[in-house]
Every structure is written in C-alpha cells, then in structure tokens.
C-alpha cells in the first residue's frame, strides 16, 4: 500500500493499452521549475503525472526530486519530449538515452518528437521527422519509452508520418485551451486512435482576465484555474499545468476529486 496520496484520477487509455493519468504537472524554462513543488505534487497532493522535456533544462533536478519523492518509480507517470536540434536517427537515440541517465531512470512513460520542424538543412522537414520517428519506433520496441508521441503537430504532419513510418503516435500534445480549441485536429487525432493532450490550459494567464470564466468561478466557488483545467479534462483531453507554486498546485489538483462533480454540467464556450 502507498504511503502517500494518490489523486485517484481518470486515466485514459492508450492505443497501446497503457493508461496515461488525465490529470499531470508540467515543468518548464524561465522559472518553470521547483524542486520543492515537485517533491510536494508527488508526496501531498498525489500527483502522478510529470511532464517535462530536454529544452526545459531541468532533466536531472527533476529526477532528484521524483527520488526524493519516496515514491516507486512504477507509480509516476514520466513525459519527456525530444529538442528538434536532436532530430535525426543516431542523434534522437542518444539523446533519448542521455536523457535517461540524467533523470536516473531506465525508461520513459512517454517521449515525444517537441515540434515538427527540424533543426537539420540536410534534408526535408518531412524526411527528418520520418528519421527520427523510426528511431523513437526502435525505443518503444526495446521498451525505453513505453510510449510515443508528438509534440504541435498538425494533421498534414500525422499524414506524412503514417505514410512514412509503422507506429502511430500514441499521443499529440497540443496547446489548448477555450480560447485555442483546434477541434479538427482533436476529431482526426481520436479517429486514428492518438491521444490527444493539452498544455497551457490556463492560456498563459488569459483566463484570469475573462469575465465569463470569472462569473461561472464565481458561482461554483472555485478558481478560475479549476474551471479551465475541469473543462478541459471533461472533453476528454490530457490536462498538464504549470505551477511552481505550493497552492496553486493544491489547487489544480482538487479538480479530479468527486467533489468537484457540479461541473460535469458547465459547458463552456468560445468567448468570442
């Protein structure tokens, strides 16, 4: 039995058969990250999702900080994502790998390609992505990344790779939010089977300016964060803030309790 909490959430299933929490923790540059924010989310708050990447410059510290957690490695939920300066067959295994060692781990959840665009003028966007997709394919068949997916692609970018390659992206994490709801991606995303993840819920801030979000907060005595990650989560998407924040984190993760279950009749709207 664990010694710590667990959020108890949703999970959702991969094509894989994996179940991914619908609820995680994301990290980031610039302030993005705090040791202390992590080890809490894990140990008070039962969060077991982390999302981080290379870009975010943050690998090994978080790696400390899941240790330090207590927590078996079995029970957290690990996304890393893969910088386009690594894209490439031999340079996307290494990268991969290094990675890892970094976080002291043998394996991620999830590793995803971060953006479509490659970093290499040696040859096409479209052949570098084919590239190193074959090389995330060979991870997830040697069991290094249990799962893999990509990172702001759009539809024409998941047709060339399913031309190109064997392994449907398991997942395609996306900015989304009420103010960014890319409803064909998601509709094309789910009838090929790819689970489709959000980030910034929170519209870097936006949300905290719109009336309607305040008004429906308001009335359901939440925050406005709470309504925006609840209405992201009952659309069915995998739902990652960012907080570096004690509260704040609480907070987020108080939107999966079934308490929370009156508003499973909001719908929110595009407020334009």
């Known amino acids: 039995m664990s010694l710590f909490p667990d959020l108890s959430c949703p999970k ?14 994301g990290t980031s540059y610039h302030g993005g990250y705090s040791h202390e924010a992590i080890v809490y989310a894990l140990t008070d708050c039962g969060m ?17 900080a899941i240790k330090e957690s207590g927590l078996p490695r ?25 990675s890892c060692s970094l976080m002291g781990v043998q394996y991620f959840d999830l590793y995803l390609m971060h953006w479509p665009e490659a970093q290499q003028p040696s040859c096409s966007n479209r052949e570098m992505r084919a590239e190193t997709w074959r090389s995330l394919e060979e991870l ?18 998941l047709e060339q790779l399913k031309e190109d390659c064997s392994v449907v992206p398991h997942v395609n994490q996306v900015e989304y939010h009420p103010f960014q709801q890319p409803n064909d991606l998601i509709e094309y995303c789910r009838k090929e089977g790819i689970v489709f993840e ?18 429906i907060a308001e009335k359901h005595k939440r925050t406005q964060a709470q309504i925006c ?15 570096v924040k004690k ?5 987020n993760c108080q939107v999966s309790y079934r308490v929370f279950f009156v508003l499973s009749v909001i719908k929110l709207v595009v407020f334009f």
């Open 12 to 25: 959702v299933s991969l094509s894989n058969g994996l179940q991914i929490p619908i609820l995680g923790l």
């Open 74 to 98: 079995s029970d957290v939920w690990i996304t890393n994502k893969l910088w386009h300066a690594d894209y490439g067959y031999k340079s996307a295994k290494a990268a991969c790998l290094k």
């Open 140 to 157: 997830y068949e040697e069991g290094i990344c249990r799962s893999i997916g990509v990172s702001n692609f759009l539809i024409h970018h």
């Open 229 to 243: 990650i609840r209405w992201s989560i009952q659309n069915g998407v995998v739902t990652i803030p960012k907080s």
């Open 48 to 64: 077991r999702h982390i999302d981080t990447a290379k870009r975010y410059g943050c690998e090994e510290n978080l790696g400390k």
């Open 198 to 215: 959000g980030y910034s819920p929170l519209a870097k801030g936006q949300v905290f300016k719109n009336p309607i979000v305040q008004q």
């Open 247 to 251: 509260n704040r984190i609480w907070e």
